[in-house]
């Protein structure tokens, strides 16, 4: 069975950054998809990053454009865990972040919440402007 895990939250100043990480236990499928998504209280789960992984080599990336060029996904397969490095954060940014797994990739699902079988329980994120 599959379950993830969300750590590494907290409040930052506007500018600051903040590493997430998300521990996979039970993934075993040779190709899967690792997405973050965010929720603002009142708003739609909104999708941030995905990455897929084919027999630990790293596939497509996708990435929201809010976040292009200031978030990072990678992976530490000694750990199980993947990161969301977060730079540059804003008050936008504000959020509790999950993270979520389904095997295989298809950018037809890959950056929609209801394409993901597994979410851990998320973290709060909250940038002070």
């Known amino acids: 069975q599959v379950q993830l895990g969300e750590s590494g939250g907290g409040l930052v100043q506007t500018g600051g950054s903040l590493r997430l990480s998300c521990a996979t236990e039970?993934?075993?499928?040779?190709?899967?998809?690792i997405g973050w998504f965010r929720q603002a209280p009142g708003k739609e789960r909104e999708f941030v990053l995905a990455q897929s992984w084919s027999g630990g080599v790293p596939l497509t990336a996708d990435t929201a454009d809010s976040v292009k060029g200031r978030f990072l996904i990678s992976r530490d397969n000694s750990k199980n865990t993947v990161y969301l490095q977060m730079n540059s954060l804003k008050p936008e940014d504000t959020a509790v972040y999950y993270c979520?797994?389904?095997?295989?990739?298809?950018?037809?699902?890959?950056?929609?919440?209801?394409?993901?079988?597994?979410w851990g329980q998320g973290t709060q994120v909250t940038v002070s402007s």
């Open positions: 979520a797994a389904r095997g295989g990739y298809d950018r037809a699902w890959s950056s929609s919440a209801s394409g993901y079988n597994y």
């Open positions: 039970g993934v075993i499928f040779n190709t899967y998809t």
